[in-house]
C-alpha cells in the first residue's frame, strides 16, 4: 500500500521557534509537495521539488524554507514561526510526469501546528 | 491564486439522494481531478478527468469536464453518511514547465442518515 508519512499530527511552538516538518514516501515518487490548508483558502502549494535536492517556489514561500537531500524524503522549515503560521500542513508525492499534465498526487495525513 | 471554484460551498443532503459539486477554473488545463478529505485527514485522490474528456465513472461517482465553460461536476449518486466529508477540485497549468496541482476551496458535504 502506497504511504506518505508526515512525522508529527500535531505540534505546539512558540513564536520564534525553529520548526522542522517532516514528510517520508515509500513510492519512489519523484515530486513532492507542502502545501498548507486554511479555513476558506483551500489549499495553498508552500513549496515542491522534482528531483533531489531540487526545488521550487509555490505560491506562498515566504517564512518557509524546504530541504530534499534524500528522494524520498521532503522537509518544511519555519526558520521563526510566527502566529500567522499557525495551519494544517500537508505534504503529498506524485509521480514525475513532466509537462504533459500532472498525475495523481498521494497525501499524507497532515501536521496542524499552532505557534502561539 | 485559487484557480478552481468549487460550487456550494456546503451541501447538505438526506442519504440515498444524489449530490452534485461544481467546479470553475480560470486557464487551460491538461487535466481535472477531484480529491475526497475526511475531517482533519489528509486528501484522498478521487477521479482524475483530462482535457481531451468530456465524462468519466468510477463506482458512484460520474465527473464531467466542458472545457468550453472551464467547468466540471462531481456527481455521487445514492449517497452515504460515510461520503460525509469534504470534496475538492484541482487543475494544473498548460504553461508551467512543472508539476503542479491548485486547488479550489472546497464543497462541504453532510450526508444524513
Known amino acids: 500500500d502506497v504511504k506518505v508519512t508526515q512525522s508529527s499530527r500535531y505540534l505546539v511552538k512558540r513564536t520564534g521557534e525553529k520548526v522542522f516538518l517532516e514528510c517520508v514516501q515509500d513510492m519512489d515518487h519523484e515530486n513532492m509537495f507542502w502545501y498548507r490548508q486554511d479555513p476558506g483558502l483551500g489549499l495553498r502549494l508552500i513549496y515542491f521539488s522534482y528531483d533531489v535536492k531540487m526545488k521550487e517556489k509555490g505560491d506562498i514561500p515566504e517564512g518557509y524554507s524546504v530541504s530534499r537531500e534524500k528522494k524520498e524524503r521532503f522537509s518544511l522549515i519555519l526558520e521563526s514561526a510566527s502566529t500567522n503560521q499557525t495551519s494544517m500542513y500537508l505534504c503529498?508525492?506524485?509521480?514525475?510526469?513532466?509537462?504533459?499534465?500532472?498525475?495523481?498526487?498521494?497525501f499524507g495525513e497532515g501536521s496542524r501546528l499552532t505557534v502561539l | 491564486s485559487q484557480q478552481g471554484e468549487e460550487d456550494p460551498q456546503a451541501l447538505s443532503i438526506q442519504e440515498g439522494e444524489n449530490a452534485t459539486m461544481n467546479c470553475s477554473y480560470k486557464t487551460s488545463i491538461n487535466n481535472l481531478q477531484w480529491y475526497r478529505q475526511n475531517s482533519g485527514r489528509g486528501l484522498v485522490h478521487l477521479i482524475l478527468i483530462r482535457s481531451n474528456e468530456r465524462e468519466k465513472h468510477s463506482g458512484r461517482l460520474r465527473v464531467t469536464l466542458d472545457t468550453s465553460k472551464k467547468s466540471s461536476s462531481l456527481l455521487i449518486t445514492a449517497s452515504r453518511a460515510a461520503d460525509t466529508a469534504s470534496y475538492f477540485c484541482a487543475t494544473d497549468k498548460v504553461d508551467t514547465g512543472f508539476q503542479k496541482l491548485v486547488f479550489g476551496t472546497g464543497t462541504r458535504l453532510l450526508v444524513s442518515p
Open positions: 503529498a508525492s506524485s509521480l514525475g510526469q513532466g509537462i504533459i499534465g500532472t498525475g495523481e498526487l498521494f
